[in-house]
């Protein structure tokens, strides 16, 4: 005869790496449509609006095209599309497998924790990229037209 399990026993292995596997489901659906559906092909994807009302690249243009690179193996081509979009994928990245870790080892979460100097810096450093990609000099960190 089984025991019920008391409150103290951790849940299942397969309970633990739900939450993991459905962020992750949630992140590869839409991946795995832009991966199919190329975002340099016009006519499939709204243009930006802030840089048809400026002529400016905001950080997120070339987020698509991004995911587009990354799910074909061009790291080059992704990192020309976006850098910006690359660094968060990579810290996401490892933020998703130390969390997945935890839930198959059934240890705590990984905690961040992002002060307001720190989300200062973050903004400022969007804010760098903005600005330099659209400049002469950062030609190389803006999307091509479409």
Do not use: E, K, Q
């Amino acid at each position: 005869m089984n025991a019920a399990p008391t409150a103290s026993a951790p849940p299942p292995v397969l309970r633990r790496l739900g939450p993991p596997l459905a962020a992750l489901a949630a992140a590869a659906i839409p991946a795995v449509y832009v991966s199919v559906v190329d975002p340099n092909t016009p006519g499939h994807y709204p243009s930006c609006p802030f840089l048809a009302a400026t002529g400016w690249w905001c950080p997120g243009c070339g987020g698509l095209r991004c995911v587009h690179a990354l799910a074909h193996g061009d790291l080059t081509g992704a990192l020309h599309d976006n850098a910006v979009a690359v660094l968060l994928f990579a810290v996401l990245g490892v933020l998703w497998l130390r969390w997945g870790w935890a839930a198959l080892t059934g240890g705590p979460g990984p905690r961040v924790s992002v002060g307001s100097r720190r989300w200062a810096l973050i903004a400022l450093l969007v804010v760098v990229f903005t600005v330099v990609r659209n400049l002469p000099i950062g030609a190389g960190l803006a999307p091509p037209l479409v």
